[in-house]
């Protein structure tokens, strides 16, 4: 089976099931869809360092939804999904950054959980939701790839893998930041995301 037919495959399975598993009640935009401007934002992260998106400019940029205290991304921080990725990508122009919009998280949740896992990257402070609104970030994870021009190029699940029981799955990030960074058009640029919905204040 050729890549395409397997991410499309993959996409169906994943629009398919993730509904039952997670529908988010939350976000008060839908948020952009490929091929739209990302929102601009500005947030602290786990490194005491504010990040903004323009800074990133050119570079092609990575943002996962997380809530350590979810059992989806735990499964994943487990099975080091994220942090494989993201080393894979290193020194490629490839910037990731995880935001996290739980409400009740704080800086001191984030930098513990990245020293807990060890993890390159920081965790963005969104406990008021502001960005995740923006985004109409539903579920954690909850993936976006933004390209060197500011626009979404892939949004949606990490993977073609819900249940997290099979063998062969098909890593949706894996397969659009190889072709962000090539000018090639993404394969499967829209999923439907799956995992807990994002625990916003309101």
């Known amino acids: 089976m050729t890549l395409t037919r397997r991410l499309r495959l993959g996409a169906t399975l994943s629009l398919l099931l993730s509904p039952a598993l997670a529908l988010a009640a939350g976000p008060r ?9 990302a929102p601009a934002f500005s947030l602290t992260g786990s490194d005491g360092k504010v990040h903004t998106l323009a800074e990133q400019k050119g570079k ?3 943002l996962e939804w997380v809530n350590p205290d979810c059992p989806f991304v735990k499964r994943h921080y487990q099975a080091k999904t994220m942090k494989t990725l993201s080393e894979k990508f290193a020194g490629k122009e490839v910037v990731w950054l995880a935001i996290n919009s739980t409400h009740y998280a704080d800086q001191a949740a984030n930098k513990a959980f990245v020293a807990a896992e060890s993890l390159a990257y920081a965790v963005l402070d969104d406990h008021d939701g502001a960005v995740g609104h923006q985004y109409g970030a539903r579920t954690t994870p909850d993936m976006f790839v933004v390209d060197p021009e500011g626009k979404v190029a892939y949004r949606g699940a990490i993977d073609d893998d819900p249940f997290g029981d099979k063998a062969e799955k098909v890593n949706y990030v894996d397969a659009a930041v190889p072709a962000v ?3 090639s058009a993404v394969a499967m640029a829209r999923t439907q995301p799956y995992g807990c919905s994002v625990k916003y204040k309101d």
Do not use: D, N, R
Not at 29 to 37: C, F, L, S
């Open 29 to 37: 935009t839908p948020g952009p869809e490929p091929g739209q401007e």
């Open 60 to 62: 092609v940029v990575v």
């Open 181 to 183: 960074l090539a000018k």
